[in-house]
């Protein structure tokens, strides 16, 4: 396997998608080269950045007025029920 | 073999996604406001995909919370809650989105460069050189001390939304959401290798984004 192949198949490899045997392929090729082995270790750097982005979350206001209209769902259907 | 994890998946998410209907059904606020709390930023992301302005996007969310609660009695768990509720916001991203003239069907979207390399082919040895296809050098160690700065998440947002369309849907949905890759297929309507592809091509173009800013600082560094 070759580096330029070899950073073709990390999400791959991440995923648990190879078949056996380029999976073997892959793991020996990154023991012996330092290179691929340290693009390995940023990629899996880059997607834990990529999970530590803030979170972003809508305003108070639609917040509020999906709580009330949750309320009011469940009120409307006891109202049904009665 | 992909239908029997396929049906396990389902299997697994479905037991606790019921224990959650059951409590909407139930009228559990604290449940409905930490759903609420969990999925709407990211559905707010999903949302300005396809509509054009930050507030449209905000109603988009509201407007998809409001027919999840109408539609829950039906809610039969034939996905996991979280790619049904993902579902009727796309429908409604989509609806707003051919009204207000700026609709970005997802599968329809040019196959923006799913076929471009990694990385730029240039850092490869050629066929003349001693190890075709092996690096010409090795990717340059990053900094530990810089990846832990503010600048740095600043950079992957933004190599983030620089991403193409469908590469930027995948990779939220993936990295910053932590869906799984059958969620993410299922609910986007690819194929796994599809799925697969535009993950890859995402997270390569922000890793290079990283490496650009990371390599670059350093060099800086050492000027100073």
Same mark, same amino acid.
């Given at each position: ?82 | ?54 507030? $449209? =996007? ?10 999840? /609660? #109408?539609? +829950?009695?039906?809610?039969? !768990? @034939? ?80 190599? $983030? =939304? ?10 939220? /949905? #993936?990295? +910053?959401?932590?869906?799984? !890759? @059958? ?42």
């Amino acid at each position: 396997m070759r580096c330029q192949e070899f950073v073709e198949l990390v999400t791959s490899y991440l995923e648990g998608d190879l078949p056996e045997g380029d999976r073997a392929e892959f793991e020996r090729h990154m023991e012996l080269c330092p290179g691929c082995e340290r693009y390995l270790d940023q990629f899996r750097t880059t997607m834990t950045l990529l999970g530590s982005l803030p979170a972003e979350s809508i305003s108070v206001s639609a917040r509020t007025h999906l709580l009330e209209a949750f309320a009011g769902w469940r009120a409307g259907e006891d109202d049904g029920r009665a | 073999m992909t239908l029997v994890l396929t049906e396990r998946y389902v299997a697994t998410v479905s037991a606790g996604d019921r224990d959650l209907v059951e409590a909407l059904l139930a009228g559990d606020e604290t449940a409905f406001a930490s759903l609420v709390d969990g999925w709407s930023g990211s559905m707010l992301r999903l949302a300005r995909s396809h509509v054009p302005s930050e507030s $449209v =996007a905000e109603e988009v969310v509201q407007e998809t919370w409001l027919a999840v /609660l #109408r539609g +829950l009695p039906s809610f039969r !768990a @034939e996905s996991s809650l979280r790619t049904w509720v993902y579902q009727i916001l796309l429908n409604q991203a989509k609806t707003r989105g051919v009204r207000e003239r700026r609709t970005v069907p997802f599968a329809s979207l040019v196959s923006d460069d799913e076929d471009s390399p990694s990385v730029d082919p240039t850092r490869f040895q050629g066929p003349g050189d001693p190890h075709p296809g092996g690096w010409r050098a090795f990717p340059e160690e990053w900094p530990e001390h810089s990846l832990l700065s503010r600048e740095v998440l600043d950079v992957v947002r933004r190599a $983030v =939304a620089a991403l193409p369309e469908r590469q930027r849907v995948v990779v939220s /949905l #993936r990295d +910053l959401d932590g869906q799984s !890759a @059958e969620e993410v297929a299922t609910l986007l309507d690819i194929s796994p290798g599809n799925q697969r592809v535009l993950l890859h091509r995402g997270r390569s173009t922000v890793r290079a984004h990283l490496e650009r800013y990371l390599t670059d600082s350093s060099e800086l560094e050492v000027a100073r």
